[in-house]
Nanobody, 115 residues
Framework: QVQLVESGGGLVQPGGSLRLSCAASGRLFSRYLMGWYRQAPGKQRELLASIIQTSSTTYADSVKGRFTISRDNAKNTVYLQMNSLKPEDTAVYYC?????????WGQGTQVTVSS
């Protein structure tokens, strides 16, 4: 099982940027499908972006063009660069790792977009 630790959340003004990081422990990181999700109060957890290998990415329509997912396999880390943030981006952001039967989640990091 891979252990995931997110960081980089915080309070940002509308239009601002944040970069989230997710550090993974364990072996075979480069083979994992990595994803970023978020969950706002009263809403279901939604998939924002995913990355397999280093360049195959997918994005939800709600973040396409504003968010960028990337990974550094040498550092066992996946990133989510978030630009042009909106108040509706306020949520707890989670990192996810999947490989075979492994489906691991981080503890989440709070992102609040407010003036």
């Amino acid at each position: 099982q891979v252990q995931l630790v997110e960081s980089g959340g915080g309070l940002v003004q509308p239009g601002g940027s944040l970069r989230l990081s997710c550090a993974a422990s364990g072996r075979l990181f480069s083979r994992y499908l990595m994803g970023w999700y978020r969950q706002a109060p009263g809403k279901q957890r939604e998939l924002l972006a995913s990355i397999i290998q280093t360049s195959s990415t997918t994005y939800a329509d709600s973040v396409k063009g504003r968010f960028t997912i990337s990974r550094d396999n040498a550092k066992n880390t996946v990133y989510l660069q978030m630009n042009s943030l909106k108040p509706e981006d306020t949520a707890v952001y989670y990192c996810n790792a999947r490989l075979g039967v492994t489906d691991s989640w981080g503890q989440g990091t709070q992102v609040t977009v407010s003036s």
